[in-house]
């Protein structure tokens, strides 16, 4: 099995220096890349079928054509995305820490791609490691030649820049992070215009999560059929973890379509001796539930759909038969009531009230008729009521639990208490 | 008043950004490693030397959880209360801490050693619990691990 993402890591000590990176096969596509046009760069990634793997899942290709091209454009950015904060998800933070020329390589070609002159890596507060790695490997890459001014001695010029953030989710939001980046508060901003043709400090911009930007190496090196081989259903690998009662959580990269039972069962070893699967989020807090009869279902963009759900970062959190849901249900509210910026007042509002009746039923204090508010706000804050999609990513979880765990909402507030506690 | 060597750390970022004010943010940071939070004081200072208004400069400076405006004691203890570390052990951990500190969220030791916060998903979820220590991460944590973490920190 091919493992574009994680080889160099497989091989070496991580992180993995400029000399090993170099020696199995790095910065190789910058070499070719420098004598493609821009456009056959941004064609190749676009019949790649690529598509983001941040959470979103918008194709990667489609996102880059509405960047505008030609000599009219001088100034353009490219950011990466590393505000890894979706609750239950830490796969960017080992590409981060393990393999940072990877990451840099891949941001080369896609503002090589965009023609962009200055990128930024927007990194969370939090991974300090990372921080330091990240530095450490663009001193190294303005060093070898492959950032700066005439980047191996082409006419082509890449600035780049490590930007720590300071803390809130709202960051990660593709909006909300250009706002941070210009100093100004994580909200987010209206659309249109987009970010591609009004971005970053007016200009065109393109935002790309860590795990997106490390593929493009891979499909520059060895084609669009060579990466639509690696998946099983859809095209490329993707980094899966689990976290919860497993007896060994963790992160692996797989193929995409690699089925969520061969994920739990085989790579995280099965449910930990005494503990029973009752339900999963497959791709971080804000997607919604999975249970028992979906662990065939493929782990890719499509398949999940089918179910309800989606593939989001795909680190999947698992829910036991000993933890209780709704006390599960309110931790999430909780986190998302507080990461709420306050811009749009559906959610601002809304995503308090949803903590508040959660912590009302889980404390055996509800009554039946807060399951109706709870379903109202469902609907209210999903797509299409708010600015952003931090309140419909909130709900997700939260419609599913209401559906599937319907019973265990009733019985906390049948028998006044918590059947867990 | 900004020291010379805070200055001199905050033109280092200038370069960085096109504008001024986007250089806000590492200003803070600047200033908070070295005088452990932000005053009132302070950011007036901030804001004059990068040319925004004091209440400019406070909007984001209170947005962001990070930034302290109130002060904080010589160590600060992040501790992850999002889902994984919840399913995992998170609420132990923190009946633990605040019963052998004496405090809750948002308050500091009165000997000014540590000051408890909750903070979002650590990135860690494999091996969780987890909490943060200044710039330290520690994970696969149970009470008794945490005793023995506290004492490094003086």
Known sequence: MEKPLTKNIEAFETPVSLKNYEKNGGYQAVKKAIKMKPQEIQRLVNDSTLKGRGGAGFPTGLKWSFVPMGEEFPNKYLVCNADEMEPGTFKDRFLLEGDPHLLIEGMILSAYAIQADKAYIFLRWAYKLAAEIINKAIQEAYTAGYLGKNILNSNYSLDLTLHTSVGRYMCGEETGLLNALEGKRATPRSKPPYPQTSGLFGLPTIVNNVETLCCIPGIVNNGVDWFKSLGLSEGGTKLFGVSGRVKKPGLWELPIGTSLREIIEGYAGGMQDGYKFKGALPGGASTDFLIEEHLDSKMDYSSLQQFGSRLGTGTVIILDDKTCPVGLLHNLEHFFAQESCGWCTPCREGLPWTEKLLKAIDNGEGRMEDLDLLEMHCKRLGPGYTFCALAPGAVEPLQSALKYFHNDFEEHINKKICPWR | ?154
Not at chain 2, 67 to 76: L, N, S
Request: one cysteine or more; proline letters at 5%.
């Open chain 2, 1 to 154: 008043m900004l020291t010379e060597e805070e200055k001199k750390e905050i033109d280092e970022h200038l370069d960085e950004y096109p504008t001024k004010r986007a250089a806000c943010i590492e200003a803070l940071k600047v200033v908070q490693r070295k005088r452990r939070w932000i005053s009132d004081e302070s950011l007036n200072d901030i804001a004059a030397y990068l040319e925004m208004t004091p209440d400019e400069l406070d909007g984001v400076a209170t947005f962001y959880n990070l930034v302290f405006r109130k002060p904080v004691g010589r160590h600060v203890i992040l501790i992850c209360d999002s889902i994984s570390c919840w399913i995992l052990g998170y609420p132990g951990l923190y009946e633990h801490l605040r019963t052998k500190l004496g405090i809750s969220f948002g308050e500091t030791t009165k000997d000014d050693r540590f000051t408890l916060l909750p903070i979002p998903c650590l990135g860690t979820c494999d091996r969780a619990p987890a909490l943060m220590i200044d710039d330290d991460l520690h994970r696969d944590l149970n009470p008794d691990k945490i005793d023995e973490l506290l004492n490094s920190y003086q």
